[in-house]
């Protein structure tokens, strides 16, 4: 079984994240639908009972492991120097949460994040923690836009429609990646979007203000 450093300690020394580790790996390998607390147990270091005594069911599980990696993910985007421009700021997080590492961590952090996505269309529980996460994230780029706007470096531009869509893009990027096997030229076009949308100095002819 493949290492999950780039999420987890190698061997997590605290029981709950050990089995939550497991659960990564089991769900990497065989999916939401193949999953279940028995496999886990077998992706488990220690006693595999231990994972009966925290959980009785594979969602309870998965639900923590979801508020784990959406910490996780945020966290990725957290570490923006504030002495920065806020347009190499904005770079920086995209850099950040669209890795272009083919590392086989990565590979299954997006895998094991695009199943959980999947669960919320029909589970409240999934859907709640999923909007938190995106919330926290959006949060994140719309300071970065108001004080580019404040600044003078941005135009003034609505700050919550262009956090929302530029959140939508990474999440979908993601996404895309993880279902399709394909990408989308999403960097270069987010490199478009802040050159011509929202820095002050360089609009495009075709989108400059009469």
Same mark, same amino acid.
């Given at each position: 079984?493949?290492?999950?450093?780039?999420?987890?300690? +190698?061997?997590?020394?605290?029981?709950?994240?050990?089995?939550?580790?497991?659960?990564?790996?089991?769900?990497?390998?065989?999916?939401?639908?193949?999953?279940?607390?028995?496999?886990?147990?077998?992706?488990?270091?220690?006693?595999?009972?231990?994972?009966?005594?925290?959980?009785?069911?594979?969602?309870?599980?998965?639900?923590?492991?979801?508020?784990?990696?959406?910490?996780?993910?945020?966290?990725?985007?957290?570490?923006?120097?504030? &002495?920065?421009?806020?347009?190499?700021?904005?770079?920086?997080?995209?850099?950040?949460?669209?890795?272009?590492? +083919?590392?086989? !961590?990565?590979?299954?952090?997006?895998?094991?994040?695009?199943?959980?996505?999947?669960?919320?269309?029909?589970?409240?529980?999934?859907?709640?923690?999923?909007? &938190?996460?995106? &919330?926290?994230?959006?949060? !994140?780029?719309?300071?970065?836009?108001?004080?580019?706007? +404040?600044?003078?470096?941005?135009?003034?531009?609505?700050?919550?429609?262009?956090?929302?869509?530029?959140?939508?893009?990474?999440?979908?990027?993601?996404?895309?990646?993880?279902?399709?096997?394909?990408?989308?030229?999403?960097?270069?076009?987010?490199?478009?979007?802040?050159?011509?949308?929202?820095?002050?100095?360089?609009?495009?002819?075709?989108?400059?203000?009469?």
């Amino acid at each position: 079984m493949e290492e999950s450093s780039f999420i987890f300690a +190698d061997n997590p020394d605290d029981t709950k994240t050990a089995i939550l580790k497991a659960t990564f790996d089991a769900l990497a390998e065989h999916g939401y639908s193949n999953l279940t607390i028995d496999r886990i147990s077998q992706y488990f270091p220690k006693s595999g009972g231990l994972v009966f005594y925290h959980y009785d069911k594979k969602d309870e599980v998965l639900l923590d492991l979801l508020d784990h990696l959406l910490k996780r993910f945020v966290e990725i985007g957290m570490p923006i120097s504030e &002495n920065k421009s806020p347009e190499d700021r904005l770079r920086a997080l995209f850099v950040q949460l669209l890795p272009q590492s +083919d590392e086989q !961590q990565v590979e299954k952090y997006e895998i094991v994040l695009a199943e959980l996505r999947m669960q919320a269309a029909q589970k409240s529980e999934f859907r709640e923690s999923l909007t &938190n996460s995106q &919330n926290i994230l959006c949060e !994140q780029v719309l300071d970065i836009i108001y004080d580019g706007i +404040d600044s003078g470096d941005f135009r003034d531009v609505n700050p919550e429609a262009v956090a929302d869509f530029l959140v939508a893009l990474i999440t979908g990027e993601i996404f895309e990646r993880v279902t399709t096997g394909g990408s989308l030229p999403i960097q270069s076009e987010l490199d478009n979007y802040i050159k011509y949308r929202l820095l002050k100095n360089n609009s495009c002819s075709c989108q400059k203000e009469k």
